[in-house]
């Protein structure tokens, strides 16, 4: 069977776990907003404190989750660029080529 095929052959979407694994930087936010929910450092006893820090995490995962979107856009978009064009990279010249010339 083929890894994301279903057993009638229908294309099996991932579960949410299995795409946080692929992005370790969000699933360890959604553990924090977790924590939170769960109140697993028993610290937190008022409401406007544990909406303060979900309102931080939120606006953390927000930034990262951007981050992680430009830098795959960058990519995507350097990969197409070089498939279509391929140049040779540039490379730091040595002391040897500078005396060549």
Known sequence: MDKGRGVRGEKRRESVAERLERHPEVKARVERLLNLLENSGGDLTRADEAGR????????MGQEV????????????????????????QVKKTALDLHVR
């Not at 981050?67 to 040779?88: C, F, I, R, S």
């Open 53 to 60: 820090r979900a309102v931080d995490e939120l606006r953390a």
């Open 66 to 89: 951007l981050q992680g979107w430009g830098q795959a856009l960058a990519d995507k978009e350097a990969w197409q660029l070089e498939a279509g064009h391929p140049v040779t990279r």
